[in-house]
């Protein structure tokens, strides 16, 4: 298994500015990936994250609205850039040990 | 591409009630299926899974068979509980160690 912790757990952010989330897990994993779950939707893959790699993007997201790091195999973070109110969202890390995808708990954005 | 259809929503039951959630998926090769819950305010949690044909996933009562040729993976139980009332999503992995492609969501609702 795996523990997966978020920071911030929730936010709420000004129209324009950037935010970014980190995503801290308790063991080394080798990718790393970033969910979208829009209110009352189900969740769509953003970008998958592999240490020393760029990362690669899902149809509809560019990295340069959602960069991402990915400095070693327990940390990721994903910057959520010149933010509107249509990226309001939950934004959820994920990681597979094994055949399993666990999620960390989410952060809860709110853009005004 | 890879997909989920699951039925859709809101799914309203009494207490002890059987319950089916039809998911079929349409995917190349052998998919990874799963279930995952996610109860009102908390983050997303594993269900049940199945990794092959014929698999049979299991986990506080609910049930779901992997069934390669109707290619569905219908979520079952019994009898339900008021405290089963959440959002259940369908979901497949193309690949081991790989991202996951989910449904639309069903939200039940259990009335006591």
């Known amino acids: 298994s795996a523990v997966i912790s978020q920071k911030p757990s929730r936010d709420t952010c000004q129209r324009g500015t950037s935010l970014t989330i980190q995503c801290q897990v308790d063991s080394q994993v080798t990718m790393m990936f970033w969910y979208r779950q829009q209110p009352g939707q189900s969740l769509t893959l953003i970008a998958t994250?592999?240490?020393?790699?760029?990362?690669?993007?899902e149809s509809g997201f560019v990295i340069d609205k959602f960069p991402i790091s990915r400095p070693n195999l327990t940390f990721s973070t994903l910057t959520v850039s010149n933010m509107s109110p249509e990226d309001s969202s939950i934004y959820l890390c994920s990681v597979v040990p094994g055949s399993t995808q666990y999620f960390g708990p989410g952060t809860r954005l709110l853009v005004l | 591409g890879d997909s989920v259809t699951q039925m859709e929503g809101p799914v309203t039951l009494s207490e002890e009630a059987f319950l089916t959630i039809n998911c079929t998926y349409t995917?190349?090769?052998?998919?990874?299926l799963f279930w995952y819950v996610q109860y009102p305010g908390e983050g997303l949690q594993l269900l049940l899974k199945a990794t092959k044909a014929d698999d049979k996933g299991s986990n506080k009562g609910f049930e779901a068979t992997y069934r390669k040729e109707t290619t569905s993976f219908h979520l079952e139980k019994g009898s339900v509980q008021v405290s089963d009332s959440a959002v259940y999503f369908c979901a497949l992995s193309p690949n081991r160690d790989d991202k996951i492609i989910f449904g639309k969501g069903t939200r039940l609702h259990i009335l006591p």
């Open positions: 994250a592999n240490q020393g790699s760029e990362a690669t993007y």
């Open positions: 995917a190349t090769g052998y998919p990874s």
